[in-house]
């Protein structure tokens, strides 16, 4: 049955790792742009909406060619597994340096990334 499929080993913890994964991207890519633009005196950089649309339109960009050239590359080089801890390593290290970025240039390296 569908209960015994999802309490069995390792089900839960693949579910759990989904979901934690689903709620970074939704924290990433919904709420970073809304710090983006929020003022300075409310702790965000203050961006009109044309760089914010420039440094999404290049983090979408950068991140196509890398999933079109450097990641088959990379998944046949490292692996499956070690490719995805390696990129939820990046992403773990992106996020944990969002809050000291203080300038346009920082967003987009961290947005691309």
């Known amino acids: 049955s569908c209960a015994s499929v999802l309490c069995s080993w390792p089900m839960p913890l693949l579910v759990s790792l989904r ?3 689903g ?3 939704f924290a990433f890519l919904e709420v970073v742009p809304l710090w983006a633009i929020s003022s300075r005196g409310l702790g965000g950089l203050e961006l009109n909406e044309r760089d914010l649309g420039s440094i999404l339109a290049l983090s979408a960009v950068a991140s196509g060619a890398f999933m079109i ?3 088959p590359r990379v998944t046949s080089f490292l692996g499956l597994r070690r490719s995805a801890a390696l990129a939820n ?16 240039a920082g967003l987009a390296v961290l947005h691309i990334l």
């Open 23 to 25: 709620f970074a991207n």
């Open 89 to 104: 390593g990046v992403a773990a290290m992106n996020m944990g340096l969002l809050p000291h970025v203080t300038n346009t």
């Open 19 to 21: 979901s934690s994964q």
């Open 69 to 71: 050239f450097g990641l």
